[in-house]
């Protein structure tokens, strides 16, 4: 485990911890600029923090759609990321080859949530020793997570994450079901995803919509029943974002965000 990811494990602090950055890395010059204003950001509100961005997007709707600059190219872009800023980073993946490939660039590999129940990837990212995030599969219950963490453990690691993104309700809403948190945080630290649960999946145009004037809310109640991280995914200028921009929160509103969850954390803690 690099040196960064376990200065951020050490750190005394009664903060949460943040995982944030854009979608997908579209470019040098757009991760460094997200991951300045986030660096800047949480070293004021002094939150742990890990930058986030895809080198590839597996899971779309549509042949056209979005899904990166070039594996190693974009692997290259989160290092630089992480060595400029000295932060951890996390990237999906999502085959046993990706695991082998992604842990030799980043500290946290990330396990995309409709892939939870692949034995053969969550074992490929255990044998790495990278920290693993696992996302809580839309069609699954909270309990059923245990057995995705055993997975990684009985593999030979201990450190993993559990991220809830919300659960299918019909065939083009999600919605967060809170009673997942504690549940989960018996497996192992819990995450929430406050961008992604606000999805509206299946859109008849084949591109995601989303409900990114939520976020504020759902940020708020996650932390108020005692998730240990959030996560986001931001952009400076979501309407342009090659990938699921109708529901990631725009770079300008990010500080006014971690402010509110701060003190609501002061006032549970």
């Keep these: 485990m690099l040196k960064s990811l376990k200065k951020i494990k050490n750190l005394k602090s009664n903060n949460f911890f943040l995982l944030a950055g854009p979608c997908a890395i579209e470019g ?3 991760a460094f600029e997200i991951a300045e204003r986030i660096h800047d950001i949480t070293t004021r509100l002094e939150i742990p923090w890990i930058f986030k961005g895809s080198y590839r997007k597996a899971n779309r709707s549509r042949l056209d759609s979005f899904t ?3 594996d190693e190219k974009a692997l290259k872009i989160l290092q630089e990321v992480g060595r400029k800023f000295d932060v951890p980073v996390v990237t999906d993946i999502h085959s046993a080859n990706e695991a082998i490939l ?3 660039y980043v500290d946290v590999l990330q396990i995309p949530a409709f892939l939870c129940r692949q034995t053969d990837l ?3 990212a255990a044998k790495t020793g990278k920290l693993i995030n696992i996302k809580k599969g839309q069609f699954l219950a909270p309990e059923s997570m245990e057995f995705a963490v055993n997975k990684v453990k ?3 690691n201990n450190n993993i994450w559990l991220t809830d993104r919300g659960t299918m309700f019909g065939y083009q809403d999600m919605v967060v079901d809170f009673r997942g948190i ?4 018996k497996y192992a630290p819990t995450i929430m995803d406050i961008t992604h649960s606000l999805q509206q999946p299946n859109q008849s145009s084949g591109v995601t919509g989303g409900q990114p004037e939520m976020i504020e809310t759902i ?3 996650a932390i108020a029943v005692g998730a240990d991280g959030i996560f ?3 952009h400076n200028d979501p309407s342009s974002a090659k990938s699921d921009g109708a529901n990631m929160l725009h770079l300008d509103h990010l500080e006014d965000l971690l402010t509110k969850l701060v003190r609501v954390r002061k006032a549970v803690i």
């Design 232 to 234: 986001i995914e931001t």
């Design 28 to 30: 040098e010059k757009m």
């Design 68 to 70: 990166g600059i070039g």
């Design 154 to 156: 009985e593999s030979g």
């Design 219 to 221: 940020g708020k109640a």
């Design 102 to 104: 992604a842990a030799h």
């Design 182 to 185: 504690p549940t989960m945080k």
């Design 122 to 124: 969550l074992v490929a």
